[in-house]
């Protein structure tokens, strides 16, 4: 569904923050990008949502270059991109709105999906007014709404605190398991990358490339117990090795 050929990025001044990359995402697959801050993950997703140039490669979706375009996925940047301004509502039929639905029909059509996304009786609250937990999902609500079967989501659980995390991941998963969305996921925290994806690529410290990509052991659907599992270990062992020899030789 998606494909990289070597996609790039060196800034002016010859800052290079990511080597040329080649990733292949199937459709229906749900693929993770793990590393450490500052190689470049958001760079990449950016490159893929459209909305950085890449200096090398390309960018294909459905076998087509789709390099330096915008509107072929779900995009949820890093930041929290709700406007203070608007409506929980009128946030999220944003995208819909962009590619030229009436805001009648969009507003039906998000409405719809508000008690699925745990913010039914918020629509017409502003952002402030919602817990940070809350205020993610309508962030993910927002990239849901594009009705795009690609979703690229930069870290989206990476402010919350743990238990909130836990329970936010496992609505996730069954999202993503029951609307057949593909996914590419960005996230520094390996027990994160280990139970939602059926596959991790590591990163390696800026310039970020990528190190090794690792079929994640574990079927679908999907249950936390498998966060207690020795398999669970054993994955998250194999991670903190990769990253580790990788720290190890970037200070050699
Ligand atoms: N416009 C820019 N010019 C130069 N360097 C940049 C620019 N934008 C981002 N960077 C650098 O690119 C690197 C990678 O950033 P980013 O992709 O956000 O990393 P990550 O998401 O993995 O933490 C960072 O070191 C950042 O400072
Ligand atoms: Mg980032």
């Not at 893929?48 to 087509?64: E, L």
């Not at 596959?199 to 659907?221: K, L, N």
Request: overall charge neutral; some cysteine; hydrophobic content about 35%.
């Amino acid at each position: 569904m998606l494909r990289l050929k070597g996609a790039g990025k060196t800034y002016p001044g010859d800052q290079t923050v990511l080597l040329p990359s080649d990733l292949i995402v199937e459709k229906g697959e749900f693929v993770s990008i793990i590393g450490p801050s500052g190689c470049g993950k958001s760079t990449l997703l950016d490159i893929i949502a459209g909305v950085n140039s890449p200096s090398t490669g390309s960018v294909h979706y459905r076998g087509k270059d789709i390099t330096n375009q915008t509107g072929h996925a779900g995009y949820m940047p890093q930041s929290d991109v709700l406007f203070p301004w608007r409506t929980i509502l009128e946030n999220v039929i944003l995208p819909l709105e962009l590619q030229g639905t009436g805001k009648d029909k969009a507003r039906e059509e998000a409405l719809s999906l508000f008690p699925q996304f745990g913010l039914e009786g918020f629509e017409h609250h502003y952002p402030s007014m919602l817990s940070g937990g809350m205020r993610q999902r309508a962030n993910f609500l927002r990239a849901f709404l594009s009705g795009r079967d690609l979703l690229l989501l930069d870290e989206p659980f990476g402010k919350l605190d743990a238990m909130t995390r836990l329970d936010l991941q496992k609505w996730f998963i069954s999202i993503c398991e029951t609307s057949g969305k593909t996914a590419l996921f960005i996230t520094h925290d390996m027990d994160e990358a280990i139970y939602l994806s059926d596959r991790i690529a590591v990163f390696s410290p800026r310039p970020g490339r990528i190190i090794e990509q690792i079929p994640v052991p574990f079927g679908r659907p999907r249950t936390e117990h498998i966060l207690t599992s020795p398999e669970f270990l054993s994955m998250k062992q194999k991670l903190l090795n990769l990253l580790h020899s990788e720290n190890k030789s970037e200070t050699r």
